[in-house]
């Protein structure tokens, strides 16, 4: 009788131990999604394998790292969700505060265009419309542009671009209406991924990335980079581009701020606009008048205006008419915005009023 006793428990034990095996088999495991580089691009996004649960929902898995800036691009109102991915076992290098940090073979870059209904509330939904992602490959960065079904499922690879309509409620409770949002052509990325002829990423600069956490505000993000072990090289202290969106802050600040955000990626030298001799950037230190200031444009005529920038008159300077044009060849960016940034123009207003 014992005997059966003792082999019943066995065999549940047994049984139990398989059970428990075959539930660990079907739960979903974050594993380090080490990707292929000689397999990239992939068709669909959800083949990189970035994200955990519901795609949409952008939750990053292993060896993805969120990150923010601290002066962004207008991009026709979207929101923007960021990320890293770095290869197992890799790290990214501190080469500067204002240059971008030097990134593994094998990074991808990743950012996801948004329209929140209404940014006040995000609650209320959202609709992804774009995931670019930025490769390093072997030898260079690669540009590749997804676009998502409308079902919020997936996103598929877009070579020759596209367009898509939107709308938002932004901060200040104002409805925009999008018309024709711009989807690049994997091209077109090129144009302001410039430095020395040599495609490159341009937001994740120290000076740019030296910001609060979000979900943290005791924590600096480029300490937090260090802290994952994901960084090497960051000094203790360094330069920050300010948030231009701070109405606390001086116009010149500000200012200053949004150019090197919104411009300063083709008006640096090695940027496309090199010729032009404009250099917006946040670090340039040169002349004034490669900064705009009574400067005649090398290669555009304006319509009754002289100079890039009237120091105490921007009704007057070349720099502002541009910014409020939408068509070409008038707008500035050229691309990348399919509407005027009303908030940007009045942040530039201000700047140029206060130019001595």
Request: net charge negative; glycine share 8%.
């Amino acid at each position: 009788m014992r005997k059966n006793i003792y082999v019943l428990v066995l065999l549940s034990l047994m049984l139990l131990g398989s059970s428990c095996n075959i539930e660990n088999e079907d739960d979903p495991i974050n594993e380090y999604g080490n990707i292929d580089l000689n397999k990239v691009p992939y068709n669909k996004l959800s083949d990189y394998s970035f994200f955990t649960g519901d795609m949409n929902e952008l939750n990053p898995g292993q060896g993805v790292y969120s990150y923010d800036l601290t002066a962004p691009l207008f991009s026709d109102y979207t929101a923007k969700e960021r990320f890293i991915y770095l290869p197992e076992g890799t790290n990214m290098e501190y080469q500067g505060d204002f240059n971008v940090l030097n990134f593994p073979i094998g990074t991808i870059i990743i950012k996801n265009f948004i329209y929140y209904m209404d940014v006040r509330d995000k609650s209320l939904g959202r609709t992804i419309i774009e995931t670019r992602l930025l490769v390093r490959k072997e030898t260079k960065w690669k540009p590749f542009l997804y676009k998502w079904n409308d079902e919020q499922t997936e996103a598929t690879r877009l070579i020759v671009g596209g367009t898509a309509t939107a709308s938002t409620i932004i901060e200040n409770g104002n409805l925009k209406e999008i018309t024709r949002y711009v989807l690049p052509r994997e091209l077109d990325c090129r144009t302001c991924h410039n430095l020395n002829q040599e495609m490159t990423p341009i937001g994740p600069k120290p000076a740019n990335l030296n910001r609060l956490m979000d979900d943290d505000l005791s924590l600096n993000q480029m300490d937090n980079f260090v802290e994952q072990g994901i960084l090497n090289g960051s000094p203790v202290s360094m330069s920050q581009i300010p948030d231009y969106s701070d109405s606390t802050l001086g116009p010149i600040i500000r200012g200053r701020a949004y150019l090197d955000a919104n411009c300063a990626f083709c008006h640096r030298q090695g940027g496309t606009a090199n010729a032009n001799g404009l250099y917006i950037n946040w670090d340039f230190e040169g002349e004034k008048i490669h900064t705009g200031i009574f400067k005649i444009p090398t290669n555009y005529n304006a319509p009754q205006l002289q100079y890039d920038i009237v120091p105490g008159n921007p009704d007057e300077s070349i720099l502002l008419y541009r910014m409020t044009q939408t068509e070409a060849p008038d707008v500035m960016p050229q691309i990348g915005r399919s509407i005027n940034h009303n908030e940007g123009i009045e942040i530039i207003r201000e700047y140029i009023y206060n130019i001595e």
